[in-house]
């Protein structure tokens, strides 16, 4: 038996992008509305749908195709923003260039980086800090105790 540990649970990552799709959708008459900017309805959709989607995002463990499935997101919600519609053939690229929009997958990684920072600058005995120190000696081929051993037999595949 195999067992793998996510820091966040699939359902959730489904359901935040749930939630995300449905303000996309419920704010459909903002960005039909040719009054206002481009940079005020894309300033809407970082502050008011971004933030939805990405809440707790410093500790996810992404996989591919979680990844695609955000930037997927992402790409749509930024062509609903636009209004072109699913017929025209607009690529990703321009699309990236008029709206001038990070990519999720970078923001989460930024966001993780940012925790990092947070818990490598925590005193000595906090245990999120004591965590971290053992895994870096442990990557860097350093035991944990003097007296510490492996166990014995194959290693359990994870």
Not at 127 to 138: D, E, T
């Amino acid at each position: 038996m195999t067992t793998t540990i996510d820091l966040i649970p699939r359902p959730l990552f489904t359901c935040l992008l749930g939630l995300a799709n449905s303000i996309v959708g419920q704010l459909d008459g903002v960005w039909r509305n040719r009054r206002l900017s481009l940079n005020t309805r894309l300033r809407l959709y970082t502050s008011l749908v971004q933030s939805v989607l990405l809440h707790g995002s410093e500790t996810w463990t992404l996989t591919e195709d979680d990844t695609a499935r955000l930037q997927a997101f992402h790409m749509k919600a930024q062509r609903h923003i636009l209004n072109i519609k699913w017929y025209d053939f607009v690529t990703n690229d321009s699309v990236r260039s008029q709206t001038k929009l990070t990519d999720l997958p970078l923001i989460t990684a930024d966001r993780r980086h940012l925790l990092l920072g947070h818990v490598c600058r925590l005193p000595p005995d906090v245990p999120a800090h004591n965590i971290l120190q053992h895994c870096v000696n442990l990557s860097q081929g350093r035991c944990p105790a003097p007296d510490w051993k492996r166990p014995p037999g194959r290693p359990r595949k994870t």
